[in-house]
């Protein structure tokens, strides 16, 4: 397995993509800074709420930056037949597996530290961190940093088990795109909306018909979600305990990926 | 102050992690290293030793042991390669002694029938004797050369060890009766069948009768247990311990015998080993037994 | 002599279909194995199914006397290396970078082995140059210096001179020849281009639609050979009469007026007089050896 490690982080160092993306969500993180500067009149802000941007709340950032990451570097990978080589010379089929995961996951920490060392550093000494306890700042980091995880399991299981790039990266980038469409309208469904009876001018709060069983699945289902988890974290308004589960619940991920996904993997016949 | 110690207890712990990782590793590769070495060896593998440790003194060790590996197998190789050869070589110079051998005595047949003087006619047979003694070595040679070049594997099929030793016996049976030897037998009732090559068995038998039939003592016991091991025991009073494990050396041949190259068990054990058994000889007391399992 | 691969029976099955069906081949330690089969009959898929690429359906193999199911099979691959179909090179490397990145995959030592690959297979002037920009020729020789990088014993080549000029194809033919003798590398190789395996393998297996016709060594496969004497007459009409009566021979055929192949062992001192007595001229007598495109296509064609 040490061998396949080092392998694996060979590329990775020499992935070009890798670095770019770290520089791309080094500048993101400048730019929510100087973006928290100009509210800095307006509202209550502090370095939490830059930490906040850096989940990638808007357009699920950190989710596509992930999946074009991973789904480039395995699928190369599988496009020059260095996969094929590593299977005939008995590298082992879960060994391959769990090497890739391990090593992707070590690139999307690193993306995902790319803006919160930015933000610490930056953010921490021209915002300050508010009104924010230390625990929460470092919880919600944890969260964050789980939740990149999470979507890097994913990622890899779809990008190992596909053996294209094109498929893996597709379904990576808009499969976030549309459960972050689909998780922000679920959200909105859930909070209840405003009903304006005819004629009168008042809103009246309607709170969400669904059955309860539903609603519960469904508020589940957005915790479970690594999209879902993004929308929520950037909100930044959980508890201490919620984003414990959130850590949880984006752990069930890895474990599924690192346990069921190298199983599939044995089983599938590559070209 | 706290956070300073939690750091630096942090930074000692991650650090004694390392270090135990570390050794873990290098103790696994080193017992790797041992069990990758003897496999590389037994199997003549060109596969390089690698440990999964990326520590640089087990990486070179790993290397030069590797290289070392790789030398001895190259000369076990070569080793073989050249036996080989100078078996066909032999094979190849027996083969051309043979046709200018086969002239000389034609010739020498011819001049016999051209009537010589008794001088002449006496030299003539002195030479005849000469050319046919050459003739037995030179196709004792080929024949054992030919035995041990030839690659082809032995076509192993369920023989009857019993029936091919009554043949045998039977073919030697004048050789022994000239020399007055009465070779005592014991078969069992049974027979007695074992996965063995058929012609090769019979040259087997062939080469121990006729050691047999040219120097035994006076006489000769030959035995078949049921589970194939076969005995040729027999009185060898010009023999020691030392010699009769030397028997089936090439070209071993004890007191010099006339007309032998000491290549006739040297095939027998040649044959009988291709087959999967096994051969020996044995002396105690005066009596040489040459023992043979299939 | 030991087996570096044997297989018992395999199967794969796609779609309903066996495209490798009850394969139970023999590959000796130190022979180049030639497949041989047409497109399509089901080579690919098995040296894929031996290098690990795809599942079987059915039966097993032992590689170096090891099962496939067993703990110790991934020891037993490492000593293997393959090109299947195209040969795996980092396009965005160079050739010296791409052995470097095999070499550390397999946990090998490059500083000597790299430099010493690149010359073996005459890819060390290409300094820079990316893998790209190289041409099939250099991919494939680039292809198995990656795959001779873990010193394998057995290498399995699926079509390795594939689209290469007949230089390209020599080059490769002798590389292999001198992997053969000089490191003592089991070959197994495919193609359907019998005549470059004639000059190369030292055992044979035919494979048709899947299934294993025929195993043999190179040398059986001399002595197999139809041997033919091609005879020129004066006039082949009375030929069949002749032969058919005079000779009792009855394997022959007629190429032309002149002109006749006549197969198996044919004493030429009778076949002159029997030609003579029948008022026969024969003009010229020439031993013809079938080479093995004639014995597959017999073999194959047996088979329909």
């Known amino acids: 397995m040490g061998k396949l490690l080092r392998a694996d982080l060979f590329r990775a160092f020499r992935y070009k993509i890798f670095y770019l993306l770290l520089a791309v969500n080094a500048v993101v993180g400048v730019f929510s800074v100087i973006n928290q500067l100009a509210w800095r009149g307006y509202a209550e802000v502090s370095a939490f709420d830059v930490l906040g941007g850096g989940f990638g709340g808007g357009i699920g950032f950190i989710g596509i930056l992930n999946a074009v990451l991973v789904a480039v570097f395995i699928g190369h990978e599988y496009a020059c037949g260095a996969m094929r080589n590593k299977v005939m010379t008995g590298g082992g089929r879960s060994k391959i597996y769990l090497s890739k995961l391990a090593v992707s996951s070590a690139m999307c920490a690193a993306v995902y530290l790319a803006y919160h060392v930015v933000n610490f550093v930056l953010g921490s000494a021209l915002l300050g961190w508010g009104a924010h306890s230390f625990s929460e700042i470092v919880l919600a980091f944890f969260a964050g940093l789980f939740m990149s995880l999470a979507y890097c399991a994913i990622f890899t299981g779809v990008s190992m088990l596909s053996k294209n790039t094109v498929v893996s990266l597709l379904s990576g980038v808009l499969g976030t795109l549309c459960i972050l469409l689909l998780v922000i309208w679920v959200q909105g469904e859930l909070e209840g909306t405003y009903f304006f009876p005819e004629g009168s001018e008042e809103g009246v709060w309607l709170p969400c018909q669904w059955p309860a069983f539903w609603q519960g699945l469904a508020r589940f289902a957005i915790r479970l979600v690594p999209t879902g988890q993004s929308v929520l974290l950037s909100m930044g308004s959980l508890s201490m305990s919620a984003m414990g589960t959130l850590i949880g619940l984006s752990c069930v991920w890895i474990v599924l990926s690192a346990a069921g996904g190298s199983l599939v993997f044995r089983k599938i016949d590559m070209k | 102050m706290t956070v300073a110690l939690i750091c630096s207890a942090a930074a000692l712990a ?29 199997e003549e593998s060109n596969v390089p030793l690698s440990p999964d440790s990326a520590d640089r003194d087990l990486c070179r060790l790993a290397r030069s042991l590797s290289c070392r590996l790789d030398e001895v197998i190259s000369l076990g190789r070569k080793y073989r390669e050249g036996d080989m050869e100078l078996k066909r070589a032999i094979a190849d110079v027996s083969h051309d002694i043979r046709t200018p051998l086969t002239s000389a005595a034609g010739y020498v047949g011819l001049l016999k029938k051209s009537g010589l003087s008794g001088k002449q006619a006496e030299y003539l047979s002195v030479i005849d004797g000469r050319i046919a003694a050459m003739k037995k070595l030179t196709d004792e040679l080929l024949s054992y050369s030919v035995a041990a070049s030839d690659e082809t594997p032995p076509e192993l099929a369920e023989t009857d060890m019993r029936a091919a030793l009554e043949d045998a016996l039977t073919q030697f049976y004048a050789a022994f009766e000239e020399r007055g030897i009465v070779p005592a037998i014991s078969l069992p009732e049974s027979a007695v069948v074992r996965i063995a090559d058929k012609d090769m068995l019979s040259r087997v038998f062939g080469n121990i009768l006729n050691n047999a039939a040219r120097y035994s003592g006076g006489d000769l016991c030959v035995t078949l247990r049921e589970d194939g091991e076969i005995l040729f025991e027999n009185d060898a009073p010009a023999l020691d311990e030392v010699s009769a494990k030397r028997l089936f050396d090439r070209f071993f041949t004890v007191e010099n015998a006339r007309g032998s190259t000491g290549l006739g068990l040297s095939i027998a054990k040649l044959f009988t080993e291709r087959m999967g058994g096994s051969i020996g000889a044995s002396y105690a007391g005066g009596r040489l037994c040459i023992r043979m399992k299939i | 002599m030991e087996c570096v691969l044997r297989t018992y029976g395999l199967t794969k099955v796609y779609k309903g279909v066996p495209v490798v069906n009850g394969v139970s081949m023999h590959v000796r330690r130190g022979d180049i194995y030639g497949f041989v089969g047409r497109n399509g009959a089901g080579k690919t898929t098995l040296m894929r199914l031996v290098g690990g690429l795809v599942n079987k359906s059915g039966g097993s193999y032992e590689l170096f006397g090891q099962r496939d199911d067993g703990g110790k099979f991934d020891r037993a691959r490492r000593r293997t290396g393959a090109i299947i179909e195209t040969p795996s090179v980092f396009p965005e490397f160079t050739a010296e970078e791409n052995l470097r990145a095999q070499c550390v995959s397999l946990g090998v030592d490059g500083k000597k082995i790299v430099p010493e690959l690149l010359e073996y297979v005459g890819l060390s002037g290409t300094g820079k140059k990316k893998a790209r920009n190289f041409s099939l020729g250099m991919r494939q020789r680039l292809g198995i210096a990656a795959a001779l990088v873990g010193s394998p014993d057995f290498l399995v080549l699926d079509e390795p001179t594939n689209g290469l000029d007949p230089q390209g194809i020599v080059e490769i033919r002798e590389l292999l020849i001198r992997l053969n003798r000089e490191k003592f590398i089991t070959i197994l190789i495919s193609s359907h281009i019998l005549g470059e395996l004639s000059k190369l393998a030292t055992a044979y297996g035919f494979i048709e639609k899947g299934a294993l016709i025929k195993e043999i060594s190179a040398k059986e496969l001399d002595e197999a050979c139809r041997r033919s004497v091609r005879v020129t007459v004066s006039d082949t ?13 009855a394997d022959f ?52």
């Open chain 2, 14 to 42: 991650l650090s004694a992690a390392v270090l135990a990782i570390k050794i873990v590793v290098m103790k696994r590769s080193l017992a790797e290293l041992a069990r990758q070495a003897e496999e590389k060896l037994r």
């Open chain 3, 237 to 249: 009409e009375k030929l069949p009469y002749i032969l058919e009566r005079g000779l009792g021979i």
């Open chain 3, 253 to 304: 055929k007629i190429l032309s007026q002149t002109e006749a192949d006549i197969y198996g062992d044919v004493k030429i001192g009778e076949l002159a007089l029997a030609l003579h007595a029948g008022g026969e001229e024969l003009y010229r007598v020439r031993e013809r050896d079938e080479d093995l495109e004639g014995y597959f296509i017999n073999l194959v064609g047996g088979e329909k």
